[in-house]
């Protein structure tokens, strides 16, 4: 008992003299400069720490290594404020034409939608539901699928929150939706693309006709799907139609730092008219332009010209190639759960995001064990599962290796368990 006393004793005091020497060393300002060269050794010493997509097991981000022409795009306009839209002219007219692609993609008329790119799908949420309520819809309709952005943005603006639950497909109930509005009136319904669970698609066509109903407006969260479903429609997926074309959809997230392969940060939010996305417009008058667009301030036009430079090479056929590579292997792993005795799969999946249930065992436990093995899958929030979120950088024999790791580790924990 002593032994194990003076042990823990020891222990605690290295601990706190460690801390405190990296506390001087680390979290203090600096008093006087260290050498430019030392600095970057020590970065690039710690860079090497940090997991990469295309060498590492990062199976659970919606992340992926960027596509190498954006980031070449974004070394062109880092620098450039996208906030000055009239000393770097060339930054607006670059998002003036991202947000008319986007638009086009998403079923809207090209001329006459309006956006901007953001600094990921959180802030495209918020901005979102600030216009509705700036447009007089003062309730916010949560879906139980929804990311948890949509929930902070709601909490932030003080909206009125109506919750709706989900069907047992794990998508909107249409019912639920339809007796929470007679109870509570019209409001902002929010449908997703590609949720962050289980990568499943709202039946938005349906939302959207309700909405109408009952004098409601629809804003969708395509943040991951919004450059995945449309391809996957053109292939023919039995897929609803996510964006504009459905009347009452006033607003939708679409994210180019996902699956539309640019650097990090890049969101995006589209408008559907130009009159709608009018209250993220702000008076400043000491800007040349005397306004400012977004909820933020400066932007780097880095983004921008990223998702510019990467729709553009790509085109609508590269990103089908693409897609169609990422969902073919999703059905591989999703093939492998189905056939594992030991594994089960929550849903078909209807984007490349695979949700794994192992068999009388807890997900987070798996998680733990995989995490252990430098395997990063996600947990599947709503489902008690493991989430694999097939992006580019994500080959077949990758998860193929995976597939065993995860059927071994849920058999060893299985015996554990008995
Ligand atoms: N809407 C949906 C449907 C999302 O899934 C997410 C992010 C957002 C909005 C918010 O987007 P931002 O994170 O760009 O603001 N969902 C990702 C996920 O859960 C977030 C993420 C991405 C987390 C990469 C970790 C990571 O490594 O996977």
Same mark, same amino acid.
């Given at each position: 008992?002593?032994?194990y ?15 405190? +020497?990296?506390?001087? @060393?680390? !979290?203090?300002?600096?008093? /006087?400069?260290? #050498?430019?060269? $030392?600095? =970057?050794?020590?970065?690039q ?75 990921g ?40 929150? +109506?919750?709706v639950? @989900?069907? !047992?497909?794990?998508?909107? /109930?249409?019912? #639920?939706?339809? $007796?929470? =509005? ?48 449309p ?7 039995p ?22 392969l ?6 995006g ?12 417009l ?34 609508? #056929? ?5 897609v ?5 292997n ?24 695979v ?24 947990h ?39």
């Amino acid at each position: 008992m002593g032994k194990y006393c003076l042990r823990a004793i020891v222990i605690f005091v290295v601990s706190w003299l460690v801390r405190g +020497v990296l506390v001087v @060393l680390y !979290s203090r300002f600096p008093r /006087s400069g260290v #050498d430019w060269r $030392e600095v =970057l050794r020590e970065l690039q010493s710690r860079a090497r720490i940090v997991p990469v997509h295309l060498l590492e097991n990062i199976i659970g981000s919606m992340t992926t290594y960027p596509h190498p022409l954006g980031v070449e795009a974004f070394r062109l306009f880092w620098h450039a404020n996208a906030n000055d839209p009239l000393v770097f002219r060339e930054i607006a007219k670059l998002e003036s034409e991202v947000v008319s692609m986007l638009g086009d993609l998403l079923g809207g008329d090209p001329a006459r939608v309006e956006g901007m790119i953001t600094s990921g799908g959180s802030e495209a949420n918020v901005s979102a539901l600030y216009l509705a309520r700036e447009h007089g819809y003062d309730t916010v309709y949560i879906p139980l699928n929804v990311h948890e952005s949509v929930v902070k943005a709601a909490r932030f603006l003080r909206m009125n929150t +109506v919750r709706v639950g @989900l069907g !047992s497909n794990y998508k909107i /109930s249409l019912e #639920d939706l339809v $007796e929470k =509005l007679e109870k509570h009136g019209r409001g902002v319904i929010v449908a997703t693309a590609g949720s962050t669970g289980l990568g499943l698609v709202d039946p938005i066509p349906e939302v959207s006709k309700i909405a109408l109903e009952y004098e409601s407006i629809v804003h969708v969260d395509a943040a991951y799907g919004g450059f995945i479903v449309p391809f996957l429609k053109a292939m023919g997926a039995p897929l609803p139609d996510i964006g504009f074309t459905n009347e009452a959809v006033v607003s939708v997230t679409i994210d180019p730092h996902k699956m539309g392969l640019a650097p990090i940060p890049a969101g995006g939010l589209v408008a559907r008219s130009r009159e709608w996305f009018e209250p993220l417009l702000f008076d400043s008058s000491y800007l040349p332009m005397g306004y400012q667009k977004g909820l933020f301030g400066t932007r780097t036009g880095g983004s921008i010209a990223a998702t510019w430079a990467v729709i553009k090479s790509l085109g609508f #056929d590269g990103y089908l190639n693409i897609v169609s590579e990422c969902m073919s292997n999703a059905v591989f792993l999703a093939g492998f759960a189905d056939y594992s005795p030991r594994l089960e799969l929550a849903t078909r999946p209807e984007t490349p995001i695979v949700c794994i249930k192992p068999k009388g065992v807890e997900a987070k436990r798996v998680l733990g064990e995989l995490w252990r093995r430098k395997w990063y899958p996600y947990h599947c929030g709503i489902v008690d599962g493991v989430r694999v979120v097939v992006m580019p950088h994500i080959t077949r024999e990758k998860l193929q290796e995976f597939a065993q790791v995860l059927d071994e580790v849920v058999g060893s924990l299985q015996a554990s368990n008995t």
